[in-house]
């Protein structure tokens, strides 16, 4: 399954109300579940407030789920997809 790392950073609105944020992390974890994927969260400080690692089946619904998250209106996401070492090693052995 193809794997997602997110960069998450709050909107004005998503500060405004961070009490409710493990409430919204939690949503958001069981709205990958739900897709047929998964999701891991970590709060961060520094540039970026929180960081998501994320398996979904297909890149379509990696799509969907952040665009569910970030048309709530309290998260802007950089997402990057991500391959393992085991994948990168079979795609750098293909090299000529």
């Known amino acids: 399954m193809p794997h997602y790392v997110s960069l998450i950073k709050w909107t004005e609105q998503g500060l405004r109300t961070v009490r409710e944020s493990p409430k ?10 739900k897709m047929g994927g998964r999701m891991q969260l970590w709060y961060t ?3 970026y ?12 619904v990696a799509l969907q789920i952040a665009l569910q998250l970030g048309a709530q209106g309290n998260v ?5 997809k991500a391959w393992s070492i085991e ?9 000529q």
Request: glycine share 2%; no cysteine; proline share 3%.
């Open 24 to 33: 919204r992390a939690e949503a958001a974890m069981a709205l990958a579940q």
């Open 45 to 47: 400080f520094g540039e």
């Open 49 to 60: 407030d929180a960081v998501a690692i994320s398996e979904a089946p297909s890149d379509e």
């Open 76 to 80: 802007r996401t950089t997402t990057l």
């Open 87 to 95: 994948e990168a090693t079979k795609v750098i052995a293909k090299l």
